[in-house]
């Protein structure tokens, strides 16, 4: 009588059954990676429902409402003028050609390479009373002081919504702008043939065509309101994100700033299932490979520079007004870039961030290569979870983190003092460590993205050749996978440095005592009005984003 597989399972050598189990090293893998992506959300949440000291009434009474009611009224603000801004810019320059359109079509993106922060410091310097726009009008009209004009308030709710829509439009603009491009222009022919002008053709054809991008982009941005941190906090805007900070930093409560932090987790997990549902209804396509592109009109006149001053506005905003601001203040006290600490802080970025780079690019390897090697049905399932560490704000991060992570530093390092008698400190919360490990959990979305990307361009038949010669799966990715994706790779380290070396909540939150970065001497310099001093830091961080915005407009060229 055949064996049933339970009794050949039985029947099957011990050392078989542990072999196969321990050798599971993709299932293992991916398991790992994603308990480190989850860990943070999950320890946020026990620590919001188990706080040492239940402040959650005080804030419910008292300042929670207005954290809330400011944090909705900027992501509606930013979502909003963001996405005036990347959907008109990305319809005037694929629809029409005017002067400086080919120019502005890869120069809208340059805000990407400015954190929002850096902007807010340049636009309150620059617009501020001592600042050379109201000096200029003083010296023009004979005022003596601020009583004789009035000025708009710069440290207000209105400027911050315009700092961050400024350094944010560009997700929707390239949403946007790649939608558009992907369209048949044969569709518009029709509309004009019909006697539609250009206002009917973008509300009645070209907005609800591009409707879920212009709502990915938009979600995108309110993500990144949510988490910011520096800008609000330069204009005097009290948020969810500044709560944790104070609730934690000034207050000395954990447990309130874990619920104040849940809540924001809340609202990005909506902002996610939003952007989400805009991309699973997006059935908009050619409808055949041959249909033609969208040509553009040739603008002329007045109209033509309208259309060139409407698309060159964002760019001044997020891009040459900072650089500007901060490249003439460097420029004025040359000195500033030998000022003490500034070296050190850009060597404690570039370790961090390469470290952190080569961590999750290394991961984000592993984990997409056994889930298409291997095709493990554990890998793949945590695969999609991954991505959700890039959705936590910084500051939300740095809650989950630090707490767990301080507690498994007591216990290692009471462990070693009774096994060794020497006391090693902490040393993941006391050094660098918790920073590398908040960038990874941050950024592998990035990393996973762009290396799942590179993958899917190599053909499937390369590494079957490579298996049936006797290559083994680590010999088939050495071999065949990783010299034909040395540039897509190489690429996702930068973008990944690029991104950690602009982070500023979780850094500020993470660092331990007198480690700074470029991005926290930034924000430590310019809270004490000491733009001068900050602005070589913010320079070399632009100069970085500028190479990652470089590679982008390579890419969609």
Known sequence: MPLQNSQKSRLRPHWLQIKALRFDIWSLGAVLVGGIVLVPMLAVVWIAFHPTENIWPHLLSTVLPRYFTATLRMMLGVGLLSAAMGAGAAWLVVMYRFPGSRSLDYALLFPMAIPAYVGAYALVDFLDYAGPLQTALRVSFGLRDARDYWFPEINSEPAAILVLSAALYPYVYLMTRAALREQSGASYEVARSLGLGSWGM???????????????????????????????????????????????????????????????????????????????????????????????????????????????????????????????????????????????????????????????????LFLVYGVRMAGRSLARAVLPLTTLGYA??????????????????????????????????????????????????????????????????????????????????????????????????????????????????????????????????????????????????????????????????????
């Open 202 to 364: 973008f509300w009645r054809l070209g907005l609800p065509l591009v409707r879920p991008a212009i709502a990915a982009g938009v979600a995108l941005t309110m993500m990144e309101t949510v988490a910011d941190f520096g800008t609000v906090s330069t204009f005097g805007v009290q948020t969810l994100t500044t709560g944790v900070f104070s609730t934690w930093l000034n207050g000395g409560n954990a447990g309130g700033a874990a619920q104040i932090a849940g809540v924001i987790l809340s609202l990005v997990l909506v902002l996610l299932s939003i952007e989400y549902v805009s991309r699973r209804n997006a059935r908009f396509h050619r409808p055949s490979r041959a249909s033609r592109p969208v040509t553009p009109i040739q603008l002329r006149g007045a109209w033509a520079w309208v259309a060139t001053g409407l698309c060159a506005v964002p760019f001044l905003l997020g891009f040459a007004l900072p650089t500007a601001v901060m490249l003439g203040h460097a420029l004025a006290k040359p000195q500033m870039w030998l000022a003490p600490g500034l070296l050190q802080a850009a060597l404690n970025t570039v370790i961090v961030g390469g470290i952190a780079a080569m961590l999750t690019v290394s991961a984000a």
């Open 392 to 557: 936590m704000p910084g500051a939300v991060l740095a809650v989950g983190l630090l707490v767990p992570l301080a507690a498994l530093d007591h216990r290692v390092a009471d462990l070693v003092l009774a096994l060794t008698g020497h006391d090693p400190g902490l040393m993941l919360t006391g050094t660098a460590a918790a920073i590398v490990l908040a960038y990874l959990v941050r950024f592998f979305g990035i990393a996973q993205g762009a290396v799942d990307s590179a993958f899917g361009r190599i053909s499937p038949s390369l590494p079957m050749a490579a298996r049936s010669l006797g290559r083994g799966i680590g010999g088939t990715l050495r071999d065949v996978y990783l010299p034909l994706m040395r540039g897509s790779v190489l690429t996702a380290l930068l973008l990944v440095f690029v991104e950690c070396v602009k982070e500023l909540p979780a850094t500020l939150l993470l660092r331990p005592f007198n480690f700074n970065t470029l991005a926290t001497r930034v924000y430590e310099l310019a809270s004490l009005e000491r733009i001068g001093e900050a602005a070589p830091a913010a320079l070399i961080v632009t100069v970085m984003g500028l190479a990652a915005v470089a590679l982008l407009v390579r890419a969609t060229r």
